[in-house]
C-alpha cells in the first residue's frame, strides 16, 4: 500500500484515509490471534534540506500509524 500526501503535508487527506481503512480491512479478514508486522515508511521529495525532508517524513509515517491505530 502505498499513502501519498500533498506536497509539504503530513496530513492524511480523503484518499489516505481510504487506503488506512482498506489495510484495516484486508486485516479483518484474518482470525483474531493471527499476527502482523506492518512496516511503514515515510518519504518526501528531494526539495528543502535534508533535515527538513527526514521529519516530514517521519511525521508522514506516524500519521498513517495514528489512523492504523485509531
Known amino acids: 500500500y502505498i499513502v501519498f500526501f500533498r506536497t509539504n503535508s503530513a496530513q ?3 484518499k489516505g ?3 488506512v481503512d482498506l489495510v484495516l480491512a ?4 484474518h482470525q483474531p490471534d493471527d499476527k502482523f508486522l506492518i ?3 515515510g518519504h518526501t521529495d528531494t526539495v528543502g534540506t535534508a533535515r527538513y525532508n527526514f521529519e516530514l517524513s517521519r511525521r508522514r509515517a506516524e500519521a498513517v500509524k495514528a489512523a492504523l491505530i485509531e
Do not use: F, S, Y
Open 12 to 14: 492524511l487527506d480523503d
Open 17 to 19: 484515509q481510504q487506503l
Open 26 to 29: 484486508d486485516i479483518a479478514k
Open 39 to 41: 512496516v511503514l515508511n
